[in-house]
């Protein structure tokens, strides 16, 4: 499975961005995707993550801004709205499929005026 995040950029605090995470290569099905972020100096957090049925899930620090959606069995988004400046970071995407975990290469965010 390969994984390739896009959609991120610079935006004003208050903005909003879409993040997109798509799959290719060989593979049966995702049961799990995430979507993860690390900001200089501090580790990996989880931000979000979504099964193959069911609602997502948010950290405490996006929930009520941020909303992961599936597309399709290859693809996800993570809207982020009423960004804040730490949200900075580079958000990383990464699947689960058939025991195994896969992560996207990060596309980095960043939040200032």
């Known amino acids: 499975v390969q994984l390739q995040a896009s959609g991120g950029g610079l935006v004003q605090p208050g903005g909003s961005l879409r993040l997109s995470c798509a799959a290719s290569g060989r593979f049966v099905s995702i049961n799990v995707w995430s979507w993860y972020r690390q900001a200089p100096g501090k580790q990996r957090e989880l931000v979000a993550s979504i099964g193959s049925i069911g609602s997502a899930n948010y950290g405490d620090s996006v929930k009520g801004r941020f909303t992961m959606s599936r597309d399709n069995a290859k693809k996800v988004y993570l809207q982020m709205s009423s960004l804040k400046p730490e949200d900075t970071a580079v958000y990383y995407c990464?699947?689960?499929?058939?025991?195994?975990?896969?992560w996207g290469q990060g596309t980095q965010v960043t939040v200032s005026s």
């Open positions: 990464k699947a689960w499929s058939a025991g195994n975990e896969y």
